[in-house]
Every structure is written in C-alpha cells, then in structure tokens.
C-alpha cells in the first residue's frame, strides 16, 4: 500500500467556505462525528450567514486529468484545476470567557471571543497532519483579521471544547487547557481550551 502523504507535501488550499459549499462540510460533519455531536445542516448554514470570515476551508488542489475528486468546486485562477474540500473550521462570536452551550447556535458581531465549533477533517485524508495544519492557518488568518481590524473589534481568545484524546492536538498548536467544561454535548465529557491572540 502507498503510503500517505502529509500534509506538507499535499497542494493545499486554504478559503472562506462559501454558503454553497455548506452541505459539503455537512457531509462531512456527519461522517466523521457522532450523531449526539454533529452540528445540523441548518446551524452550519447559520454559521456560515452570520459569520462567513470565520468559515475556513481546507481544499485539495487537483488537475482534472489526474481523476476527478469527490467534490469538485471551480477554481477561479485555473480551468486546469479544481478544489477538493477536505476539512474545515468554523466558528462564532461571543462575549464571555467560556464557551456555553448557547454560543453553539448563537452569534454576537461585537463579542471579542472566538468559539471553534468544529474542527473536522474528512476521514480519508486524517492522520496526514492537515488538522494541525489547518488549525495553524486558521489562527494565522484569526491574527490577520485583528490586524486589519479597528481597535474596539479586536478578538482576544479563540475557545474550543475537546475530548480527552484530542487536547494533544489542540496544545500543539498552542491552545492552553482550561479544565472540564460546562457543555453536555454527547455522551462522553468535554474539556475547555483557550488560545490567546495578539491584539
């Protein structure tokens, strides 16, 4: 058997997840979590309406001669190429220092608190790196929007809630455990993790 390529070596593509890409990171979602756990078409597609900046793609760049990919989306810089999603970010914004149970259906355009509902790579491309991969852009692309930003809308901490087997990734990257978290989503327990920005 081939070995896989990691993520270093596999032409990547990092953009905003557009609102008819949406049922794609479903198909996603649903496949690689619980039913308890995956978040419904209709709150990714909120998601995506109330904070599309937030939205973050991982594609598969693929000339067409070497086979078509699953999902298939037009690349505006190449007929030549076309993009395979392959995992994604999203989040909302809040105001507070914890991530609830509420903020996972909510949004508030004013909170300085990013919370990561889901970081999901689909399941024929995980253990390759590109979940670490993809978080460091995403937390790259969270510093370049406070850069750009006015001082009153500065974000001042991206939060997320994992489960035990996978804070390893999460304090990879640089997130800090927080302890057990609130939120009962599922059955098995959740622990809270904050990443501070540069703001």
Not at 20 to 34: C, F
Not at 86 to 99: C, N
């Amino acid at each position: 058997m081939a070995e896989k390529k990691r993520a270093e070596s596999l032409p990547l593509e990092f953009k905003l997840v557009s609102a008819d890409e949406v049922p794609l990171t479903h198909a996603i979602e649903i496949q690689e979590y619980p039913e308890t756990e995956a978040a419904s078409l209709e709150n990714l597609l909120f998601r995506q309406n109330a904070a599309p900046e937030l939205f973050l793609g991982c594609y598969l760049r693929k000339d067409d001669n070497q086979g078509s990919p699953t999902s298939i989306h037009p690349n505006s810089n190449s007929t030549n190429t076309s993009l395979e999603l392959v995992g994604y970010i999203v989040s909302t914004l809040v105001i507070g220092d914890h991530l609830t149970h509420s903020s996972m259906s909510s949004h508030d355009p004013s909170g300085d608190t990013v919370c990561i509902h889901s970081v999901c790579v689909s399941n024929a491309f995980q253990r390759r790196g590109i979940a670490t991969r993809l978080l460091r852009e995403y937390l790259q692309h969270l510093q370049i929007l406070n850069n750009n930003a006015h001082a009153s809308k500065k974000l001042k901490r991206v939060l997320l809630i994992a489960h035990e087997h996978t804070i390893g990734l999460y304090a990879g990257v640089g997130f800090v455990f927080v302890g057990k978290s609130s939120v009962e989503h599922g059955p098995d327990p959740w622990f809270e993790m904050v990443y501070t920005l540069e703001y």
